[in-house]
């Protein structure tokens, strides 16, 4: 079992969660939020990830706490996501914890039916800007 079966095994264990590839990339998403990505050796930084989505402060307070296990990824670090360093010290109990927070904030602004109707509820509300035809 590669680290991507077991981020997806946690990520797709989720109520409604779905994996759709999107920057070259595998992302785990409920209704239209991403919740997490799977980053393998982006940019040739010798190493696969997580980034996941975090509450507000819990960035910093992992990052400094481990920063030889958490980082603050590109793109989404300036958001608050948190980047999880998979190797052979990865802390799978902590992860899948750091998962499920992840899952239930990206969760929690969605509708129940959203989640149930899982990716079709993506398709289902047009981006802003952009017009139906």
């Given at each position: 079992?590669?680290?991507?079966?077991?981020?997806?095994?946690?990520?797709?264990?989720?109520?409604?969660?779905?994996?759709?590839?999107?920057?070259?990339?595998?992302?785990?998403?409920?209704?239209?939020?991403?919740?997490?990505m799977f980053a393998d050796d982006?940019?040739?930084?010798?190493?696969?990830?997580?980034?996941?989505?975090?509450?507000?402060?819990?960035?910093?307070?992992?990052?400094?706490?481990?920063?030889?296990?958490?980082?603050?990824?590109?793109?989404?670090?300036?958001?608050?996501?948190?980047?999880?360093?998979?190797?052979?010290?990865?802390?799978?109990?902590?992860?899948?914890?750091?998962?499920?927070?992840?899952?239930?904030?990206?969760?929690?602004?969605?509708?129940?039916?959203?989640?149930?109707?899982?990716?079709?509820?993506?398709?289902?509300?047009?981006?802003?800007?952009?017009?139906?035809?």
């Amino acid at each position: 079992m590669t680290v991507l079966d077991r981020v997806r095994g946690i990520c797709l264990g989720f109520p409604g969660a779905y994996e759709k590839v999107a920057w070259s990339a595998p992302t785990f998403r409920v209704g239209d939020r991403q919740f997490a990505m799977f980053a393998d050796d982006h940019h040739g930084v010798g190493f696969a990830g997580v980034w996941l989505k975090a509450p507000e402060g819990a960035q910093e307070e992992l990052v400094g706490s481990d920063p030889g296990r958490f980082y603050v990824p590109p793109y989404v670090g300036t958001a608050g996501w948190v980047g999880v360093r998979l190797d052979g010290k990865t802390d799978w109990k902590l992860l899948a914890g750091l998962l499920a927070e992840a899952y239930r904030g990206a969760a929690a602004t969605q509708s129940a039916a959203r989640i149930a109707r899982g990716p079709a509820a993506a398709k289902a509300r047009p981006k802003p800007g952009r017009k139906r035809r």
